[in-house]
C-alpha cells in the first residue's frame, strides 16, 4: 500500500555514503515521506534498509559520536517537513 500511494520511503543510517536528510527532503517534493528508523545501537535491518527507497544521514560535527533515536527523528521530520536545503 505505500507504495502505491507513491511515499519515499527514506531510511534514517548514519552511514557516511548516504545522502543529507537535506538533499533527501528536497528530492522528496510534495511526496509523502516514510521515516523508517531503527533502534539504538542496532538501527534498521538490513532488510528494512534494502526495501528503503533512499538512505538518509544527518550531518553531524566530527566530534559526535551518534544521537538517540528521539532526537534524530526529531531532526529528520524537521529537516523533512522544511523541504530540504534552504528550506
Request: net charge negative; charged share 15%.
Amino acid at each position: 500500500l505505500i507504495g502505491e500511494a507513491g511515499a519515499l520511503r527514506v531510511a534514517a543510517t548514519p552511514a557516511p555514503a548516504a545522502a543529507s536528510i537535506e538533499a533527501v527532503a528536497g528530492r522528496a517534493g510534495s511526496r509523502p515521506v516514510l521515516l523508517l528508523v531503527g533502534s539504538e545501537g542496532e538501527g534498521l535491518t538490513p532488510q528494512t534498509r534494502q526495501a528503503a527507497d533512499v538512505e538518509a544521514r544527518i550531518p553531524m560535527a566530527s566530534d559526535v559520536d551518534s544521537l538517540n533515536v528521539a532526537v534524530a527523528t526529531a531532526v529528520a521530520v524537521y529537516a523533512l517537513t522544511r523541504g530540504g536545503e534552504g528550506g
